[in-house]
């Protein structure tokens, strides 16, 4: 047989091919919005083992005037909902850099590599204000044990 994807390999771009359809959609509407945040989570108690399994994503960006979020409807990896957009600031982290150089695969490969294998329920993509923490970071909220942190410019777990 041979030549074939692994099920990760398969889908490891709709990740952040999800994030950029619903990226291009409310840059439709608000031009001058920022990527903040992205989670994907799963609706399994026990988790998952792989990010092609998180089915449902939340992403928010930063307004001028505001915070717009936009959650998938579940029925198709770029289908989402309305833009829901509200007053007042965000805080607690820089804006997104854009586009990501790591998709959450290869993310979780570099986690797996270290040791990490057990399940998440949640991938969050952000970037953190905290010293020594530069760069864009997806966190890996585990199920049993520490969450871990995996940089997308660096590759390196924490």
């Known amino acids: 047989m041979g030549g074939g994807t692994t ?3 398969a889908n490891s771009p709709i990740f952040l091919a999800r994030v950029e359809a619903a990226r291009g959609k409310v840059l439709d509407q608000h031009p001058d919005a920022m990527l903040y945040y992205v989670k994907a989570t799963t609706k399994n108690p026990e988790g998952v083992t792989s990010p092609s399994q998180l089915m449902e994503m939340e992403i928010m960006f930063r307004l001028d005037d505001g915070v717009a979020t936009i959650t998938s409807t579940g029925q198709g990896h770029e289908e989402f909902g309305p833009i829901d957009v509200r007053p007042g600031p965000i805080l607690g982290n820089a804006n997104l850099d854009w586009p990501i150089s790591l998709d959450v695969s290869e993310a979780d490969t ?4 270290q040791g990490h294998t057990g399940s998440y329920d949640a991938v969050t993509l952000r970037k953190p204000l905290y010293p020594g923490m530069k760069g864009n970071y997806y966190f890996f909220s585990m199920v049993d044990g520490p ?3 995996v940089g997308t410019e660096s590759r390196e777990v924490s």
Request: charge should be neutral; glycine fraction near 0%.
């Open 110 to 113: 570099l986690l797996k590599q």
């Open 7 to 9: 099920p990760s390999q």
């Open 147 to 149: 969450d871990f942190s």
